[in-house]
């Protein structure tokens, strides 16, 4: 029967009722145990004579040499209802007849003949051969050498009862067993599931690190590099003009390279600025804007206002590279004579805000450059806000408000 031997693992592994994979060396010892107490049983039955008995003995003997023969492989094979199961079944049933027809007491092997039927045969056919199997007994009261009409009665209301309660039980084991099969199934749907938000969940996070990666080297090796251009540009129209400007446009030059190179071995090992690794929010900042002022000329101001105290470093952090996008900016597109850069401070929130007053820009299309859209997306996931204030020809203010 598909309940005694069925596959309903998660992984396609057979399941019993002993287990995952059929353990067939407890079904050995289960036979095994059967055909020695039924041969026990046998030789003990001193109401049959001996000779009888001995006959009897015998053909249990058989029956036990031909499941070790041929049973357990068949079992192992699963080969329910194949011609060979059927072989099996017919000569296991020439075995038994005669055994219980000369000693009654052989229908102790049942136990074991019954089990075997319903492994190799479907749910109604194994039930029809324990019916056939328990009608033997019937038919020993009726024409067996120990023929007993008091007995006959009696025996067939046992072989009915018998019949109907292993067909009843069958039945409900092979509902438990579907239902094991489902369960498994589920289990195995649910493992599959599991696997798969994990793989998903792992590439999006490969796709917000790239992304991550994108906006830090934005605001920092681009921007650096962009004033590095800025000043060989402006070296290359100084240098037989005004050397001394040149001269010091180079420095400049050398010194933004420097902390390009640091910027990018900072990132290597930590991704963190490395203008926050030797200096305050505030010193970095003043930084920017003194750069600012040096490579364009710009009348570039930075304030700050209230008590900064400690700020997280990942707070630092938004607010350094805002600044280091909106300068950025200024210098790119603005055509700005003046920028303010200022930085104010509560007990619930650290605000930047950069303010110039060059030609400013449509606010309707702020979002479709990389810079302002990666600029509002680290304030987003710093649960703050990125507000643009511009009207084209009267100049642009960003502010930044992140909670503290």
């Known amino acids: 029967m598909k309940w005694l031997t069925m596959r309903g693992g998660p992984s396609g592994s057979p399941r019993t009722l002993f287990g995952s994979e059929p353990d067939y060396r407890v079904w050995d010892v289960y036979h095994s145990v059967v055909y020695i107490s039924t041969l026990i049983i046998v030789g003990a039955d001193h109401s049959v004579p001996g000779g009888r008995r001995v006959a009897g003995a015998i053909l249990i003997a058989g029956l036990a040499g031909w499941y070790a023969a041929v ?3 068949l079992m192992r094979a699963r080969a329910e209802g194949t011609r060979a199961a059927w072989l099996y079944l017919v000569v296991l049933l020439a075995l038994y007849v005669p055994a219980a027809y000369l000693c009654p007491s052989s229908t102790w092997v049942l136990f074991s003949l019954c089990v075997q039927a319903f492994f190799l045969q479907s749910h109604a056919v194994g039930t029809g051969l324990v019916a056939l199997l328990l009608a033997q007994p019937v038919l020993a009261d009726w024409i067996g050498p120990d023929a007993s009409s008091s007995r006959l009665w009696t025996d067939l209301w046992k072989g009915v009862a018998i019949t109907t309660a292993t067909a009843l039980v069958s039945i409900w084991m092979g509902q438990v067993a ?11 749907e649910l493992e599959e599931s599991r696997a798969e938000v994990a793989r998903l969940s792992h590439e999006a996070g490969i796709s917000a690190e790239r992304t991550r990666l994108s906006a830090e080297i934005h605001d920092t090796l681009a921007q650096g590099f962009t004033s590095i251009l800025t000043l060989v540009q402006a ?22 390279a420097r902390e390009n190179l640091a910027e990018a ?5 930590s991704l963190a ?59 790119k597109h603005s055509g700005a004579r003046t920028v303010a850069v200022r930085l104010s401070a509560s007990s619930a929130a650290l605000r930047l805000s950069v303010a110039d007053d060059g ?42 408000e992140v909670p503290r």
Do not use: W
Request: charged share 25%; glycine share 10%.
């Open 71 to 73: 049973g357990r492989r």
């Open 359 to 400: 030609c400013g820009f449509a606010t309707s299309s702020s979002g479709s450059g990389f810079g302002l859209r990666g600029m509002r997306t680290r304030v987003e996931q710093a649960g703050g806000t990125l507000t643009v204030h511009s009207t084209p020809g009267d100049g642009a203010t960003i502010e930044v």
């Open 273 to 331: 600025p490395s203008a926050l690794a030797t200096a305050t929010l505030v010193e970095a900042l003043e930084r920017q804007t003194a750069r600012l002022r040096s490579e364009t000329g710009m009348a570039a101001s930075f304030d700050v206002s209230g008590p900064l105290g400690e700020v997280p470093r990942p707070i630092e952090v938004v607010l350094l590279r805002s600044a280091q996008e909106a300068l950025t900016n200024v210098r």
């Open 265 to 269: 071995r900072e990132m290597v090992a």
């Open 178 to 188: 579907q239902q094991n099969e489902a369960r498994a199934r589920l289990i195995a």
């Open 235 to 256: 070296i290359s129209a100084e240098l037989s003009r005004d050397p001394d400007r040149a001269r010091e446009h180079l420095d400049l030059a050398a010194r933004t």
